[in-house]
Protein backbone atom coordinates (compact mmCIF):
# COMPACT_ATOMS: atom_id res chain seq x y z
CA UNK A 1 0.00 0.00 0.00
CA UNK A 2 1.07 3.04 -0.87
CA UNK A 3 1.66 6.35 1.40
CA UNK A 4 -1.14 8.86 1.85
CA UNK A 5 -0.67 12.26 0.13
CA UNK A 6 -0.06 15.40 2.23
CA UNK A 7 -3.22 16.65 1.97
CA UNK A 8 -5.15 13.20 2.56
CA UNK A 9 -3.56 13.11 5.91
CA UNK A 10 -6.02 16.05 7.08
CA UNK A 11 -8.74 14.12 5.67
CA UNK A 12 -11.44 11.34 6.24
CA UNK A 13 -11.99 8.91 3.46
CA UNK A 14 -16.04 9.86 3.11
CA UNK A 15 -14.34 13.49 2.24
CA UNK A 16 -12.21 12.23 -0.51
CA UNK A 17 -13.61 11.38 -3.82
CA UNK A 18 -14.16 8.04 -5.03
CA UNK A 19 -14.58 9.66 -8.71
CA UNK A 20 -12.37 8.97 -11.06
CA UNK A 21 -10.24 6.57 -8.90
CA UNK A 22 -6.89 7.22 -7.44
CA UNK A 23 -5.21 9.55 -10.52
CA UNK A 24 -8.43 11.83 -9.93
CA UNK A 25 -7.32 11.70 -6.12
CA UNK A 26 -3.90 12.25 -7.15
CA UNK A 27 -5.07 15.66 -9.17
CA UNK A 28 -7.22 16.80 -6.79
CA UNK A 29 -4.00 16.87 -4.45
CA UNK A 30 -1.69 18.18 -6.78
CA UNK A 31 -3.59 21.36 -7.70
CA UNK A 32 -4.57 21.88 -3.84
CA UNK A 33 -0.74 21.50 -3.12
CA UNK A 34 0.39 23.93 -6.03
CA UNK A 35 -2.50 26.57 -5.58
CA UNK A 36 -0.86 27.20 -1.50
CA UNK A 37 1.23 30.13 -1.88
CA UNK A 38 3.61 29.52 0.59
CA UNK A 39 4.00 31.21 3.55
CA UNK A 40 -0.07 31.13 3.85
CA UNK A 41 0.14 26.72 4.13
CA UNK A 42 1.27 27.71 8.03
CA UNK A 43 0.61 24.58 9.43
CA UNK A 44 3.56 23.18 7.30
CA UNK A 45 6.81 24.81 7.54
CA UNK A 46 7.61 25.19 3.28
CA UNK A 47 4.13 23.96 2.05
CA UNK A 48 3.15 25.95 -0.98
CA UNK A 49 5.04 27.93 -4.18
CA UNK A 50 6.09 31.16 -4.80
CA UNK A 51 10.17 31.43 -4.50
CA UNK A 52 9.83 32.04 -8.49
CA UNK A 53 8.88 35.47 -7.86
CA UNK A 54 12.11 36.51 -6.73
CA UNK A 55 12.99 35.45 -10.26
CA UNK A 56 10.68 37.74 -12.38
CA UNK A 57 12.46 39.49 -14.85
CA UNK A 58 15.46 37.24 -15.22
CA UNK A 59 16.33 34.38 -17.56
CA UNK A 60 16.42 32.04 -14.58
CA UNK A 61 12.75 32.29 -13.64
CA UNK A 62 11.73 29.58 -15.65
CA UNK A 63 14.15 27.26 -14.26
CA UNK A 64 13.42 28.37 -10.55
CA UNK A 65 9.64 27.71 -11.13
CA UNK A 66 9.97 24.45 -12.74
CA UNK A 67 12.30 23.40 -10.17
CA UNK A 68 9.80 24.37 -7.39
CA UNK A 69 6.99 23.15 -9.35
CA UNK A 70 8.66 19.85 -9.46
CA UNK A 71 9.62 19.83 -6.01
CA UNK A 72 6.26 20.39 -4.17
CA UNK A 73 4.86 16.93 -6.87
CA UNK A 74 7.88 15.07 -5.07
CA UNK A 75 7.55 16.19 -1.53
CA UNK A 76 3.51 16.44 -1.62
CA UNK A 77 2.02 13.65 -3.73
CA UNK A 78 4.08 11.01 -2.72
CA UNK A 79 1.81 8.13 -4.96
CA UNK A 80 3.37 9.46 -7.96
CA UNK A 81 6.71 7.93 -8.56
CA UNK A 82 9.83 8.87 -10.77
CA UNK A 83 7.75 12.18 -11.39
CA UNK A 84 9.49 14.60 -14.37
CA UNK A 85 8.17 18.34 -15.40
CA UNK A 86 8.59 19.34 -18.70
CA UNK A 87 7.57 23.06 -20.43
CA UNK A 88 5.71 22.31 -23.62
CA UNK A 89 4.73 25.81 -24.30
CA UNK A 90 2.46 28.52 -23.74
CA UNK A 91 -0.94 29.94 -25.44
CA UNK A 92 -2.66 33.56 -25.94
CA UNK A 93 -4.26 32.99 -22.63
CA UNK A 94 -1.06 33.59 -20.83
CA UNK A 95 -1.11 29.90 -19.24
CA UNK A 96 2.40 27.60 -19.48
CA UNK A 97 1.74 24.23 -20.27
CA UNK A 98 3.62 21.42 -18.67
CA UNK A 99 3.57 17.78 -18.64
CA UNK A 100 4.14 16.06 -15.64
CA UNK A 101 5.05 12.12 -16.38
CA UNK A 102 5.60 9.63 -13.97
CA UNK A 103 4.10 6.30 -12.46
CA UNK A 104 1.31 5.67 -10.17
CA UNK A 105 0.87 2.24 -8.65
CA UNK A 106 3.87 1.28 -11.05
CA UNK A 107 1.58 2.04 -14.13
CA UNK A 108 2.80 5.14 -16.29
CA UNK A 109 0.76 7.98 -16.10
CA UNK A 110 1.10 11.69 -17.46
CA UNK A 111 -1.11 14.77 -16.16
CA UNK A 112 -1.20 18.24 -17.56
CA UNK A 113 -0.19 20.82 -15.36
CA UNK A 114 -1.10 24.61 -16.43
CA UNK A 115 0.30 27.77 -14.89
CA UNK A 116 -0.98 31.04 -15.15
CA UNK A 117 1.55 33.53 -15.24
CA UNK A 118 -0.38 36.55 -14.07
CA UNK A 119 -2.44 34.91 -11.47
CA UNK A 120 0.12 32.50 -10.47
CA UNK A 121 -3.20 29.99 -10.28
CA UNK A 122 -2.35 25.96 -11.43
CA UNK A 123 -4.41 23.18 -13.05
CA UNK A 124 -4.01 19.91 -13.16
CA UNK A 125 -5.74 18.05 -16.20
CA UNK A 126 -5.38 14.45 -17.56
CA UNK A 127 -3.20 14.68 -20.33
CA UNK A 128 -4.87 13.31 -23.36
CA UNK A 129 -1.73 13.93 -25.74
CA UNK A 130 0.40 11.50 -23.53
Not at 102 to 126: A, D, I, K, Q, Y
Request: glycine share 12%.
Amino acid sequence: MTRPSFLDKFTSPGQRPDKGGELAQVRQNLESALNTKEGYGYFVEGFGVGRYTVKFGTRELMKTLSGELLNAVQQFEPRLQDAELELRGRDSGLWLHFVLSGSLNGTPCSLRLLFHTVSGRVRVEEDEEG
